[in-house]
């Protein structure tokens, strides 16, 4: 559950994706919200994809980001996940920090 928010980079390695979603991960995180008397953690999981030339639209790249979104769900929520560049029905997703290619124009 939850809401779901897209932001797209133009130009952008996979790698400076990942330092972006973790920073905006720890912002939100380290932002308690007061709620009555008591004090609230929020936390956010982000899924990563990046373009590669054999995505065949926007809905293809999307799936990939969601795909890894949920691996970062499943891995116990708060977390960043990136997908692996690679067209494909079985997607694979790779861990924090690794290099998953670049965008395209």
Do not use: H, W
């Not at 991960?25 to 899924?47: K, M, Q």
């Not at 590669?52 to 999307?62: P, T």
């Not at 692996?84 to 670049?102: D, I, V, Y």
């Amino acid at each position: 559950g939850g809401d779901e928010f897209l932001i797209v980079l133009n130009n952008c390695n996979s790698e400076d994706a990942f330092q972006l979603a973790e920073r905006i991960r720890t912002a939100v995180e380290e932002d308690l919200l007061a709620v009555l008397d008591d004090e609230v953690t929020i936390t956010v999981s982000v899924g990563i994809a990046t373009a590669c030339q054999e995505d065949s639209n926007a809905l293809d790249l999307i799936g990939k980001a969601d795909t890894a979104l949920y691996e970062a769900k499943k891995d116990g929520g708060n977390k960043v996940r990136v997908a692996e560049e690679k067209p494909s029905a079985n997607l694979k997703l790779m861990g924090e920090g690794e290099n998953a290619g670049r965008f395209t124009d």
